[in-house]
């Protein structure tokens, strides 16, 4: 049995670094995805002096005095409705949000500060010169870095995008996963269960979290307890995808045949991992494909999945926002630890009134109960000592994969 921090370790030194390729996507089908290349600005943006309030564009040198001033209209100009004749000494013009300056002026009165009649408007005095103008580069300059090769594409990045007038962006290529599910007990959704059998959670559960961790499942396949069956489809599932998860057959019963099998048709790195729940882990190859056996009850998957395939994922990717590093909050109960492995507990991460990060222990410990998962939004660690944690301990907390604190 190894401890947590060798055998994520060992998983790096075996995983390649940002090994995908690029692949060309269109700019709505980007959300979620990991960007291949860095972006810069292409030009200023938004390009050009525009009305960031409606009002009446003036010369600054026009408003100079102590009294209000009258200018005569010169006309309208709308958002998008091409550039204004430019202002001479004494005119202004009535201009909208959005709309670019005319040449010549180089401020915008708010209308709340105007009042407009017989073709002239008078100005209260106040108004400083440049008020209310967006220069032509308020959001980017030219050649200014926007975005970096490894992050995330989120809604505001491809809003960023969009304006530099992007309509595809290079992406790097989906980790192809292929899931297997082991275990004679397990009946699919939907179907009728025999005695002693439940429905399988994981077929659905695992490849949701792989997916959501920014891999592609390419498929799911529910595997007798069989070596030689175990075998053939560990090795036809190595030939198709850049990563095989399993689940179950992991542990030491006369029916888990896994640690064996991976040693017998590839390379076995580790198996048995000081942590709970998901002590029995075991990660090799097959054909020079990662595999992770992870245990079958679905906590364990849960809690596996976030400690052991999530940085692989994060790793082959090149993105270390998929695989966020936890932060500290505050217990808010006591927690008493008697075993020398570190423990995942699920838990939910919440703020105080003050703000301070606040994590609530749920207080199930059955690495089966799936309910104490949907109400929980984190993982709380704790370290490999038998101890007791007093409320108001700080402890590290891990995000799950998609939750909101």
Request: proline fraction near 6%; hydrophobic fraction near 50%; charge should be neutral.
């Amino acid at each position: 049995m190894i401890d947590l921090a060798t055998a994520r370790a060992a998983i790096i030194a075996h995983v390649p670094l940002a090994a995908a390729s690029a692949e060309q996507v269109a700019l709505g089908d980007a959300l979620g995805r990991v960007l291949a290349g860095d972006l810069v600005a292409p030009r200023d943006i938004p390009g050009f002096a525009h009305a960031a309030m409606d009002g009446y564009a003036v010369r600054a040198v026009d408003l100079q005095g102590t009294a209000p001033i009258r200018l005569r209209l010169k006309g309208v100009l709308h958002a998008g409705a091409g550039l204004a004749p430019a202002l001479a000494a004494g005119e202004c013009l009535r201009i909208m949000t959005g709309a670019p300056l005319p040449p010549g002026a180089d401020t915008v009165v708010i209308r709340e500060n105007t009042h407009e009649a017989d073709g002239t408007v008078e100005i209260a005095v106040g108004t400083a010169p440049g008020a209310n103008v967006r220069a032509a580069d308020d959001d980017f300059a030219a050649g200014m870095q926007a975005l970096r090769a490894g992050e995330i594409a989120s809604a505001a990045a491809l809003g960023v995008m969009a304006s530099f007038g992007l309509s595809t962006v290079a992406v790097r290529r989906r980790p192809r996963v292929a899931v297997l599910v082991t275990g004679d007990e397990l009946a699919a959704p939907g179907t009728a269960l025999g005695v002693g059998q439940r429905h399988d959670s994981n077929g659905t559960l695992l490849p949701a979290l792989a997916a959501g961790a920014g891999a592609q499942v390419v498929s799911v396949e529910r595997v007798r307890d069989d070596a030689q069956v175990l075998s053939e489809a560990l090795q036809a599932a190595a030939a198709r995808a850049d990563f095989v998860l399993t689940t179950g057959g992991a542990s030491a019963g006369d029916a888990d045949y896994l640690p064996v099998v991976v040693a017998r048709i590839g390379e076995r790195v580790f198996w048995k991992v000081a942590m709970r729940p998901g002590m029995p882990a075991c990660f090799g190859r097959v054909g020079g494909v990662p595999v992770f056996g992870l245990p079958g009850n679905p906590v364990s998957v849960f809690a596996t999945f976030h400690a052991l395939v999530r940085p692989a994922l994060a790793r082959w990717l090149g993105a270390p926002g998929l695989d966020p590093a936890p932060v500290v909050a505050q217990l808010a109960q006591a927690v008493d630890k008697r075993h020398a492995r570190l423990e995942f507990r699920r838990a939910r991460l919440s703020a105080d009134a003050s703000g301070r990060l606040q994590v609530a222990i749920h207080p199930s410990t059955s690495s089966g109960a799936l309910r104490s998962v949907l109400a929980s939004n984190a993982l709380a660690e704790f370290a490999a000592e038998p101890r007791r944690w007093e409320a108001g301990e700080r402890v590290p907390v891990h995000m799950l994969a998609g939750a909101l604190p």
